[in-house]
């Protein structure tokens, strides 16, 4: 496909108006005119009008004119400025799918492109390469990258720094998180049906957010299309281990095959009612306020019995996609639309045996509980898209996109086991429904006026999270008799419902002129930006407490949950719902960000090119942890502002067409989460240790240091070696406070050091037609240095989730009507949990997986794709010291795909 | 576009509750630093507290919130007159914690005792109604690894502050004839509310004829610390009647734990740190007459003494009766490591349960370490009425030869008496205790 070559110099090009090459495109069957056909010559390229005309704007010379577009075969002709050609084209022999992807940023050669122009160090991933892999949503996509490692199937760790360090943004707004303790954007809550591409900045720049560590996902949502278009795609999959097994289950409601809970999980009106205002409890001796006894029974007694642990079986995974779009031409105005939904249903059933120790006599470790659990999640996404784009003339363009991604994940869980401080067994049993949801609205535009060009963007978007009617249950095991009996501890009886909505406005204005241009070129760009986001958390708990003698009973002691909490029992004299919701449980939050930046962008001989800039950023954070119910409180307001000048300059060296060296440097910083800050004790819904923040964190300051050397052997190959160094000053680290329960808090550290080398190729085997080989290695050494704050064990040591090599590596055969790959990922040990008074940490050791893809043309739009998952099925071993944490296969999986795209 | 729109109507909503958090109407009469007094003569206090406050037995006072008595720095002492009752709030979790560096005295008398209890009506009233008493010192803890820390400081559950330093002789202030009741909210896993927490407490302070009743968790912890106690009375618990963890190496004579019929666990739960076995200073308290009394009808009641995760000690003139799964059990090789070391020894002690001892596969015998310590036994306890849950008596019976025989360690802080148990001829339990269970 040499035309790639030529196409992809155009794509990116921007060219002053000159004299120019003009003419005409037809059929060269019966001499219609072919409409919208693309032409180019140099580095210009024009789409033809109604009547197959074209004008290519192009400096005075000689050219390679080709043309070519859908169905037809391309055609090149050699041509003059001033001259008029005419192009007859003949129909195409073959179903070529050389167009799909030609603008769009999904294509690999595309994104090399893009990288090669870029100012910093960046790696990227598009549709293209993931919908080979067949991740199916962002996060599983960016393993394959460069140096990045996926954490709990979610969150991306970019040069081995934690989530805290990548922020994420879409379509360059900054998006909100919907977890209540972090930041950034669970990854695997977008669909990868609807991006376009993933690009890594690694490179912190002038015109980024200042907020800026390991790298920054740039997301991409998938572009309108030049032409109609229509695409379908259904899947469909298996995992050993999991589909057909029967596993646990909460009670399901009618909508939440959608997994839109629909309301079935709602707490009771009166309930709501009851408590909107004041605790569910009783009454006081100094207030008028509460409840009565009968009444908190009947209060009791409306929460619905969803307490039985069931019996479910895991179905074999599916997955729905539709994509449409089109543009219309109105003078000379065009307008493209797209659509696209999506929704996929995943089961996963896991059982795994979990060891936990304790430093015990002459400091060898001792074995403490031991639990085995048992796990169950049915996990729904639905995901919607809707963009416009209009383009005025060729000066204006205006982009509309909305979208809305959801997941829910059903859960259910029950840990058994023994327990050393209660010296006997336990078993507690969770179920849980959590929804997250990101609605994104952005409109942004483009004006061009000759060398100045000017963009903007605002986006409004929301992220939430929904946990309504979570159950816990604890039952004790007596040694005596075998029975197992509810217990009233903490984590027994408790009904919980969490919300959080975090609200966010970004704006954005760059300016960008081209002040000279030749050998000495010079652009100046400049920008400013702002960030709104408002937080809220609203947490209400509730239990079953045992109130009086006949909870005690047994009988009754003895009885399943979904028994002993009904109407028998619950009374004043059993069981009796009361509130627990703590006074750290709700919060509200907001930040504000304010930047300016510049750089100046300057060329020389095209063969050099310098880029210095700056960004000022000032941000304003507050946290008010607030107690529900007791308004004279003063909230625990945390704050923190700070304005910062970040400084960053880039210099590449194209010492030959295919072959670049790049230095730059950044110096960029990072905030401390809303919740770090509030000194308010809290433990996170989603589990965990306590936690409370330190209201004396500093941002902390980030120098980063790049270098990378890069060759391009052609459009879709690439070879680069870089290196990178970090210094942190005063990096925000989490510790292990002295404590009973070892708490956790966060300080600013003495210092951190990361540095590392990538390395990572894409290149064709030249003697079998269409079998490339593409990998990357990451080999990254950080170390933090700790004051002596804490009791963790160690004080210096890597950064918690870090490994110290990661890497990738993917062979395949591209034809005409198949191709398959392998893909084989390798992550290195890496902490998951701080040991803490001497106890080692605990290491999760090196994992490999292995994946593999065939895909078939069958004609007619029709592709069919088979993966193979896991197919090693690796034992995933978690250690500490000589002993094992956990260990387990996570079971290796078929899935089976059909697309068809009737119109491309 | 609708949906933009319902998001920004939605959004104005939000942002109207941003910021504004000063808006407190205030509708008291006296206000000072925390406190305020109303015509009722209700006093709430809430928050933390930096100057002198004198609570008086003419009003109620009211605990909204957690409330800190002083900065952690500078002395704050607050002075509870006998007969005064001190009410935790149950909607907010109520509770008191006296930081380090300031006091409290709360010195009552055996008709005048101070009273922390729940804010609701009595006969309402239920176990972890409000959150309890909690005092913070600076004496030694050992919840630091030793050679790195050169002053071990610790964080308190349930957010109770910090806690330790390096004054083994530090002074919380007196607490005499004092009883708390209903408290002990559990807040979540590992973070539960004792009626008392004595944390990293020093020897200075005092602490005699002291009841907690009804507590939802431990009646008493001891966290580190040096402190001593006497005329101790622990009654109806929901968990563990006297607890130690973390380097306790006080004293304490004449203390009682009797368990209610609905709740309870073991009697004595003795830790040295259940993280790092051998973490140092060690628990090594000593204990001198003690009575603990199980509830031989319940579901609960496991444990009379639990002495385990390495802690020492050295326990006298002890009785342990009625409890459902053993009288004693120790565990874990640090702890056993202790017996041979002499850091824990029992003398006098005698046993009275259905199963006196837990052996566990792979240690050393309980039953043969026992009854090597001297005057220990298995034997019939005769107490007047040991198991009734409203109107207990705990004397030895007439005539009982448990009378006689006892021998307390050599030390001026022991009273010498010659009966085991914690109570001889005459009951120090009399007048200002309360068996009420709501």
Known sequence: MPLFLALLQVVMAQEAPSQGISGQVLNAADGQPLVDFWVMAGDAEARTDAEGRFHLDVRPGEYEVTVFGPEFESLTLPGRTGQELTFELFASEEEVLVIEGLKSKETTSVLLEERQEAVGVTDAIGAEQIRRSGDSNAAGAMKRVTGLSVVDGRYVYVRGLGERYSATTLNGSTLPSPEPERRVVPLDLLPTGLLSSVVVQKTAEANLPGEFGGGLLSLRT?????????????????????TFQKSIAGSAGPTDFLGIDGGHRDLPDSIVQASADQPLAEGDMFSDRGYSASELEEFGEAIPNRWKMKERMALPDMGLSLALGNRYNLGDTRLGLIGGLSYDTSWDVDEVDRNYFIVGANGALEPSHSYHFEESTHRVRLGGLLGTSLRIGESHDLDWVSLVARQTDDEARIYEGYNRDLDGDIRVSRLRWVERMLQFHQLRG??????????????????????????????????????????????????????????????????????????????????????????????????????????????????????????????????????????????????????????????????????????????????????????????????????????????????????????????????????????????????????????????????????????????????????????????????????????????????????????????????VSGLYAAGNLAVIHSQIHLDEGGIQTDSDRPLQGQSPYLTNLEIGMDRDRWDVALFWNLSGPRITEVGAVGAPNVVEQPVASLDAMVGFGLGHGLSFTMRGKNLIDPVHRLTQGEETVESFREGWGIGLGLAWTPLE | MRSLLVALAMLAGCAGDDVDTSDTSDTSHETTDGVSCDDDNVCTVSGVITENLTMTADKMWLLRGGVFIGDDINETVLTIEPGTTVYGESATDGMLVIRRGSRI????????????????????????????????????????????????????????????????????????????????????????????????????????????????????????????????????????????????????????????????????????????????????????????????DSESSDLGMLLREGTGVHLANVLVTGFNEACLDVDHDATFA?????????????????????????????????????????????????????????????????????????????????????????????????????
Request: aromatic share 10%.
């Open chain 1, 222 to 242: 998938k572009d309108v299309p030049d032409r109609p278009f229509a695409r379908m795609t259904l899947s469909t999959g298996a995992q050993w281990g999991s």
């Open chain 1, 446 to 767: 483009t004006h061009r006026a000759g060398p100045a060009e000017v963009s903007w963007r605002y986006a409004l978007s929301n992220a939430s999270r929904g946990e309504p009617d979570q159950r816990e249950w604890r039952q004790d095991k007596e040694a005596s008799t075998g029975a197992w009996r509810l217990s009233d501890r903490p984590e027994g009886n408790q009904i919980l419902y969490s919300g959080l909505s975090d609200w966010n406005h970004d704006a954005g204005l760059d300016v960008a002129s081209k002040l000279r241009e030749g050998k000495v070129s010079l652009t100046v760009r400049g920008g400013l930006a702002f960030t709104a986001k408002n937080r809220s958390v609203d947490t209400r708990r509730y239990k079953f407490e045992s109130k009086g003698s006949m909870a005690g009973r047994p009988d009754v002691s003895a009885m399943d949950p979904s028994e002993a909490f009904t109407p028998d029992y619950i009374d004043p004299d059993g069981f009796q719902l009361s509130e627990t919701t703590r006074q750290t449980d709700n919060y509200s939050a907001l930040q504000r960000i304010g930047a300016a930046w510049t750089s100046f962008d300057v060329g020389l001989n095209e063969k050099w090119r310098f880029v210095a800039g700056a960004r000022v950023e000032q941000s304003v954070q507050q946290v008010d942890t607030f107690e529900l119910f007791n308004p004279d409180q003063e909230p625990v307001v945390a704050e923190s502002q700070t304005t910062d000048f970040l400084p960053s300059t880039a210099v590449t060296w194209n010492f030959r067409d295919d072959m670049l060296v790049r230095v730059g440097y950044a110096r960029s910083l990072n905030r401390p989460d809303f919740r770090e800050l509030s000194p308010a004790t809290f433990n996170d819904v989603t589990g965990g240790r306590e936690t409370y923040g330190n209201p004396d964190l500093e941002r902390a300051i980030l120098d980063n240091v790049d270098l990378r050397w890069e060759w391009y052997p052609s459009d879709e190959e690439s070879v680069s070696f870089g290196a990178f160094y970090k210094h942190f000053q005063d990096p925000i680290e989490e510790i292990v406070v002295v404590s009973a329960a070892h708490s956790i808090t966060y300080e600013n550290a003495l210092g951190a050091d990361n540095v590392g080398v990538e390395v990572e190729f894409r290149k064709s085997i030249p003697w």
């Open chain 2, 105 to 296: 005295e709360a010195d009552g008398t055996a008709d005048a005792p101070i009273v922390f209890t729940s804010s609701k009506e009595p006969g309402t009233r239920s176990r972890g109604d409000w959150g309890g008493l909690i005092i913070n010192g600076r004496a030694t803890v050992n919840s630091c690894i030793e050679e790195e820390v050169e002053t071990c400081e610790a964080y308190g559950e349930g957010g109770t502050g910090w806690y330790g330093g390096d004054d083994d002789a530090d002074s919380s202030g007196t607490l005499r004839y004092v009883r708390v009741e209903f408290a002990g909210t559990l807040i979540s896993p590992d973070n539960e509310l004792n009626g008392i927490a004595f944390q990293g407490v020093g020897s200075g302070t005092t602490v005699d004829y002291v009841q907690v009743h009804m507590n939802a968790d431990d009646g008493v912890e001891f966290f580190g610390g040096a402190v001593n106690a006497k005329h101790i009375l622990v009654t109806a618990l929901g968990d563990d009647g006297i607890d130690w963890t973390d380097g306790w190496r006080g004293k304490l004579q004449f203390g009682i734990v009797q368990q209610g019929s609905d709740a309870g666990d073991n009697g004595l739960e003795a830790d040295n740190n259940a993280e790092a076995n051998d973490a140092a200073p060690m628990s090594e308290p000593w204990l001198s007459n003690v009575t603990v009394i199980g509830s031989p």
């Open chain 2, 338 to 438: 202790n017996v041979d070391s002499g850091a824990l020894e029992l003398t006098n002690v005698i046993l009275d349960c259905a199963t006196n001892f837990i052996e566990d596969e792979g240690e050393p015998s309980v039953e043969e370490g026992f009854l090597a310590g001297e005057g220990n036994a298995e034997a019939a306890i005769d107490l007047v009425s040991a198991f009734d849950p409203i109107a207990p008596d705990y004397q030895l019976e007439e005539g009982s030869d448990l009378l006689t025989g006892g021998a307390v360690p050599d030390d001026a802080f022991f009273e010498s008496v010659e009966f085991l148990g914690a109570v001889g001829a005459e009951d120090w339990t009399a007048t200002w205790t309360t068996h009420a269970s709501n």
